[in-house]
């Protein structure tokens, strides 16, 4: 099935999203913007016009079809993540618990660090147990970043430009 990228100008950089003609594949902050397809699928649209929204306070939850790719442990860490409350965090070990896998902190943090679908699939609501950030793909001050625009302590962007 043909892949799709667009991008996406966003208050934390350029967001490249990747998709086919029913799923998002991937999201993913990334340095420069390349030119993107011109004719994309209505998933892809969408997937850029709901981030838009999150990042102008309009929306908490994204309703896409997702498809990341992955191991199913992976996929089990990545759906919990999906559980995690719009400005809520939780810990690595509270997911290993959720998973019945009460020693596997360091793999959740693993798969949670592989997650190919930023902010849609909230990696970033997860820190560690004594409340510090821990790592983040995009860079711990973006983690810091969306943790505090969630609780509303920074305010939404009203210029981006999709």
Known sequence: MQTHITYYKSPLGPIEIVGNQDNI???NFVEGMLVGDDELPVCVKECRKQLDEY???GRRDFYLNLDPTGTDFQKAVWRQLLQIPYGMTTSYGVIADILARPNASRAVGSANGKNPIAIIIPCHR?????????????GLWRKRWLIGFERGEIQPLTDIIA
């Open 25 to 27: 594949l991937a999201v």
């Open 126 to 138: 997860v820190i560690g147990s004594n409340g510090s950030l821990t790592g983040y793909g995009g």
């Open 55 to 57: 990042f102008k306070g």
